[in-house]
């Protein structure tokens, strides 16, 4: 299994972005998915999830209202749209996936930088 994520790259505040993320490898939809992410100098932090029974999603607090996790499953990709961003957005965001019986994957990371 692999995860390969892209969409990254330089904005000024309040605007948007989109990351992907393909994952390779998985035939079922029955995975969970999330996106981390470590801003400079910071731990690992949540950003969104989505579960795989119901597609119930949730948020870090920070972030609500202006970022979406979504899924394409017969595409095999997960993305994070993300509007009106901010400085503290700024930080390395990974994809994750953990499959029912435990296994889990990380992709690479891609950098977001919001500056002006």
């Known amino acids: ?3 390969q994520a892209f969409g990254g790259g330089y904005v000024q505040p309040g605007g ?7 994952i390779f490898g998985l035939n079922k939809d029955d ?3 999330a996106w981390y992410r ?5 731990v690992l932090e949540g950003v969104a999830c989505m579960a795989a029974s ?3 999603s949730r948020y870090l607090h920070s972030v609500k209202g202006r970022f979406t996790i979504s899924r394409d499953n017969a595409k095999n990709t997960v ?3 993300m509007n009106n961003l901010k400085p503290e957005d700024t930080a390395v965001y990974y ?3 953990r499959r029912p019986n435990g296994m889990h994957y990380w992709g690479r990371g891609t950098q977001v930088t919001v500056s002006s």
């Open 54 to 56: 119901d597609g119930t």
């Open 95 to 97: 994809c994750y996936t």
């Open 38 to 42: 470590q801003p400079p100098g910071k």
């Open 16 to 22: 948007s972005l989109n990351l992907s993320c393909q």
């Open 1 to 3: 299994v692999q995860l």
């Open 79 to 81: 993305t994070l749209q």
């Open 31 to 33: 995975y969970f998915i």
